[in-house]
């Protein structure tokens, strides 16, 4: 990876690991992803927004691009006012939130608690094990680009 590996070690208080490498630039075109998302089209993506991505609008826009249908509400008191989902054009396929506690909320109401949920924050400070009690599928950072959402999206059917 050319890069270097170290370790500072303070006696009584721990060590800290230290790494570098060489990394490209992903690459932003939706096209090697397209065919993996056209089993997706038109599903509904849930966006609850409370605020903590402060990319509403780019991640609406994200979801749309990708052929997907955003659906968004403004914070957890809206979750009680959607609707069941019964029937197909009822039904979200997956759930974007932007804290893990909006995601545990969710895992307590019985129509989300088996729907995918995908977690967006500028700053993810969840361990992977707290990410899984809190039902949280994947999680990644924002602001972030169709195509990791796309590709986040074609990770759960």
Not at 54 to 65: E, F, L, R, V, Y
Not at 128 to 134: R, Y
Request: aromatic share 6%.
């Amino acid at each position: 990876m050319n890069g270097e590996m170290w370790v500072e070690s303070d006696f009584g208080h721990g060590s800290t690991f230290f790494f570098t490498c060489k990394l490209g630039i992903a690459d932003t075109d939706l096209g090697p992803i397209r065919p993996m998302l056209r089993p997706f089209k038109g599903n509904t993506i849930l966006f609850i927004d409370e605020g903590h991505t402060g990319c509403k609008d780019q991640i609406k826009s994200a979801i749309n691009m990708l052929g997907l249908t955003a659906v968004d509400v403004q914070g957890q008191e809206a979750l009680t006012k959607l609707p069941t989902p019964t029937t197909k054009s009822h039904t979200y396929d997956c759930i974007i939130v932007d804290n893990s506690q909006t995601a545990r909320k969710l895992r307590g109401i019985d129509k989300f608690k088996h729907i995918p949920i995908v977690m967006l924050a500028p700053v993810v400070s969840v361990s992977l094990k707290t990410a899984l009690e809190d039902g949280i599928s994947s999680y990644m950072t924002t602001p972030c680009l169709p195509v990791d959402i796309g590709n986040v999206s074609c990770s759960h059917p």
